[in-house]
């Protein structure tokens, strides 16, 4: 399959185990914040979103916590599945534009 | 089932040639953007469309331009194509005023030579 980085940092997990993915943004003015997950010859595709007013949001599997204080944000899945290995990226809104500002993105492997 | 489709997986062109990178949607949406994806880079967005025929520039539009004639279409111009083109090229779509929640292609990796 297609590679979308070559050295991107990289998170080792085993199967059944809890994934913690964190992304750190660089506008304390953003108001939006996304996750997307890119399996390998796949584009991008949409997990979860949370607002700036928001410290907390889950949805399947997934929670999305952020932290504003220190511009932080992490993306943990629970009970890692084989189906989870993907780079994931995080994302900002800094001006509710459409334009987002993604990260560079992390790869999660997830160990049999 | 939401579907972006773009025209090629890959796409091996030359130094100066004119490249067109088409897309479609079939989900009605009336955002459409187009992103190019390096190492380390993340995505950058090279234009937005809103709505037929209006576009905006995004981060880096510098030697593309953009088309949209019909609705679910979005096409990437790269007017006279550079080595430093070469990358992934994704479109993605949609609804509108949700930016947050975009639908993606499966890409087009552009080699210039």
């Known amino acids: 399959g297609e590679s979308v980085g070559l050295h991107l940092p990289t998170l080792s997990v085993q199967e059944g185990d809890n994934s913690i993915i964190n992304c750190a943004y660089s506008?304390?003015?953003?108001?939006?914040f996304i996750w997307y997950k890119q399996e390998s010859g796949k584009g991008p595709q949409f997990i979860i979103d949370i607002r700036s007013n928001m410290d907390k949001r889950q949805g399947q599997r997934v929670t999305v916590l952020l932290n504003k204080t220190v511009k932080h944000l992490s993306l943990q899945i629970a009970a890692t599945q084989p189906g989870d290995s993907a780079v994931y990226f995080c994302a900002e809104n800094p001006d509710s534009s459409y334009k987002l500002i993604f990260g560079s993105g992390t790869r999660l492997l997830v160990r049999p | 089932d939401v579907k972006v489709t773009q025209s090629s997986r890959y796409l091996v062109k030359r130094t100066g040639e004119k490249v067109f990178l088409e897309c479609v949607q079939d989900m009605d949406h009336e955002n459409m953007f187009w992103y190019r994806q390096d190492p380390g880079l993340g995505l950058r967005l090279i234009y937005f469309?809103?709505?037929?025929?209006?576009?905006e520039k995004g981060d880096i539009p510098e030697g593309y331009s953009v088309s949209r004639e019909k609705k679910e279409r979005f096409s990437l111009i790269l007017e006279s194509a550079s080595t430093n083109q070469t990358s992934m090229y994704l479109c993605a779509s949609s609804a509108r005023g949700q930016f947050y929640e975009q639908y993606f292609g499966p890409g087009t990796r552009l080699t210039v030579t």
């Open positions: 469309s809103y709505d037929v025929k209006m576009k």
């Open positions: 506008n304390s003015a953003s108001d939006y």
